[in-house]
């Protein structure tokens, strides 16, 4: 059976259910035709508060029509059934969601519900592919095959008849649970001068799977609009930085935002011999007056540079202690951060002083 593909329907919609581990539901063989399913536009009354459960057998399409040309389908991809009642789940035969051409499946639904009285137009999106790969996701109700309800009564009522022109309740789940959103990242404290980096990482639930995203310093990061971008150090300089990321659900339009704070300094490097150098000042923070000691440093001598945290210079005066330990004074430098870096002929290291 050939059914037209009307892509000016894709639209936003509202409502989602989790799917969850329930009975799978095995293809029986009643149906035989393309693109037909087993109960037009319906499924059994859930009586609230009872456990339900109902099989939809169906066929998949074998054409579709496509830029004014009749195509064969390959493949077709549920992605998601959403706007079910709160309490009721959903599972497909084939877990991935993918059907051949003409191949058989059904959709098991199971639960029990708490949710309003009323009549809930189910939120079908599907991908399709007709030779070059899925694409999608597209909202699948105009699509016979996909288009289905189910209906919510008191145990000791009758069902109601489907209406197709009546409003549709609105499953209450995502007014009740909303995104779970949470942001990670494989390093929150990064060295500006070992040029590390961190990836980002926006994990969702409890939508629908659809999803986009919108990151703050979006210009500055590998990608603005994707789950997991990467920060990178050398770009941002040193600071803190708060990233967040705001995720939308373009289904059940729910969003969720969070932050991270990630905090780029200017650290200790370790040269291409592998030795590590140790510039040590104490104390530290302090009001004004250091020891800095380089340890383990093969340079008889090394050159001292002051910088504060914008990088603007710092005069400082020193003094000599003893070989290898020197007193620093920045007394009438401001109270705040500053870099003091030593240089010698093969190696640069830097430290940040805190003044009081």
């Known amino acids: 059976m050939k059914k037209i593909l009307l892509l000016f329907l894709i639209q936003f919609a509202v409502g989602f259910s989790i799917s969850n581990v329930n009975a799978q539901c095995i293809p029986d063989g009643s149906i035989t035709t393309p693109g037909v399913i087993a109960f037009p536009s319906t499924v059994d009354c859930i009586s609230r508060g ?20 009749w195509l064969t389908l390959q ?36 639960g029990t519900s708490y949710d309003t009285i009323g009549q809930y137009k189910l939120d079908v999106w599907a991908s399709i592919d007709v ?27 009758s069902c109601p008849f489907i209406d197709t022109l009546a409003l549709n309740t609105l499953s209450a789940c995502n007014s009740a649970y909303g995104l779970q959103l949470t942001l990670t990242a494989t390093n929150e404290l990064l060295c500006w001068n070992l040029q590390e980096t961190a990836i980002l990482s926006a994990n969702v639930g409890n939508g629908s799977g659809h999803y986009s995203y919108l990151w703050n310093y979006a210009d ?42 990630i905090d780029v300094n200017i650290c200790g490097g370790i040269n291409e011999h592998g ?82």
């Open 131 to 157: 030779g070059s790969g899925f694409f999608g996701p597209l909202q699948a109700n105009n699509f016979d095959l996909l288009t289905f309800y189910t209906r919510v009564k008191y145990p000791a009522s």
């Open 50 to 69: 009872v456990p339900f459960s109902d099989e939809i057998q169906f066929m998949n399409f074998d054409t579709i029509f496509f830029n004014n040309t």
């Open 220 to 261: 500055s990061l590998s990608c603005g609009d994707c789950p997991s971008p990467i920060f990178d150090s050398q770009i941002f300089q040193t600071g803190i930085f708060p990233i967040s990321v705001t995720v939308y659900d373009s289904v059940s339009t729910l969003s969720e935002t969070q932050t991270i704070n």
């Open 275 to 356: 030795v590590n150098y140790s510039l040590v000042i104490y104390p530290n923070p302090g009001k004004g007056v250091y020891t800095v000691e380089l340890i383990d440093n093969p340079a008889s001598d090394y050159k001292l540079s002051l910088k504060s945290i914008s990088g603007d210079e710092i005069k400082f005066k020193i003094s000599e202690l003893s070989t290898g330990k020197i007193l620093l004074d920045i007394i009438d430098a401001a109270p705040g951060i500053y870099f003091l870096s030593a240089e010698t002929e093969e190696n640069l290291f830097v430290s940040k002083i805190v003044k009081q």
């Open 75 to 110: 493949q077709l991809r549920i992605d998601s059934v959403n706007n079910l009642p709160c309490g009721i789940n959903y599972q497909l035969n084939n877990t991935n969601g993918i059907y051949q051409n003409s191949e058989p499946g059904c959709i098991s639904l199971s």
